[in-house]
């Protein structure tokens, strides 16, 4: 099982809804990425998760919020958006952090915030 | 600034021909190159990569190849299957083996294969 699933595949949301992004793989992997990426441009780091543990923040507003709650779960909290945030958000793992080792990316939530 | 560029937005090439995407990089201290390729509504699938100590690596239909002092690399696709038409993104990552390596984007160059 090589599968990385997020859930919703698309949500629209407003700027005071409280929402959240989930992310499951069931590989082992042992560490956890968030992506966010705009039409015609490259995929950006968001945050990065290595044993569970909050390792990478790429100074990323505070209205993103990951949370890990197991090895196997990632999920990204959002509140308080703006329009500007609307992006396909991608979720991704690979077997250790740090190695450079492949990553495996889920298909994506597109997120519109209205 | 635009660590990891791919110059080419697109690319179209006959069936059965060779595909040569490039991709050019401005830090020299990356020590490890992949290509991701993407379908519509997908996220990035990893394809091949190479160490910065190689300059050539080839799996199947896939070869990239690395000229550092260049700070240039390229994938060919030989031959070229329509199946191949997708975004490729070319990657970069610093510190390759450090607990806080990171992965860098290019902005991807669509790949159309003409049957």
């Known amino acids: ?63 993103f919020s990951p949370e890990c709650p ?7 909290h959002l509140h308080a958006l ?13 077997q250790e952090p740090g190695q450079g080792d492949t990553q495996y990316f889920g298909p994506g939530t597109r997120l519109t915030v209205l | 600034d635009q660590q990891v560029k791919q110059n080419s937005p697109s690319l179209s090439v006959q069936e059965g021909r060779i595909s040569i995407l490039n991709c050019d990089y401005t830090n020299s201290m990356f020590d490890y190159f992949l290509w991701y390729k993407k379908y519509p509504a997908e996220g990035p699938t990893f394809l091949i990569s190479i160490s910065s100590i190689k300059d050539k690596n080839e799996d199947g239909r896939f070869t990239v190849f690395l000229n550092k002092s ?30 806080n390596s990171k992965l860098t984007f290019g902005k991807g160059i669509t790949l159309s294969v003409r049957p």
């Not at chain 1, 699933?5 to 590989?27: A, F, R, Y």
């Not at chain 1, 197991?70 to 990204?76: C, E, G, I, Q, R």
């Not at chain 2, 700070?71 to 607990?99: M, R």
């Open chain 1, 1 to 63: 099982d090589t599968e990385v699933t997020q859930t919703p595949k698309h949500l629209v949301m407003g700027m005071t809804n409280k929402k959240s992004l989930k992310c499951e793989q069931h590989m082992g992997h042992r560490a956890m990425y968030w992506y966010k990426q705009k039409a015609k441009k490259p995929p950006e780091l968001m945050f990065v998760y290595s044993y569970e543990k909050l390792s990478i923040n790429e100074s990323v507003p505070s209205r």
């Open chain 1, 70 to 76: 197991n090895s196997s779960l990632l999920n990204l």
């Open chain 1, 82 to 94: 703006q329009p500007e945030d609307s992006a396909l958000y991608l979720c991704a793992s690979s």
């Open chain 2, 70 to 99: 260049a700070k240039h690399l390229s994938l060919h696709i030989v031959p070229s299957q329509p199946g191949d038409s997708a975004v490729y993104f070319c990657a970069a990552i610093l510190d390759y083996t450090g607990a």
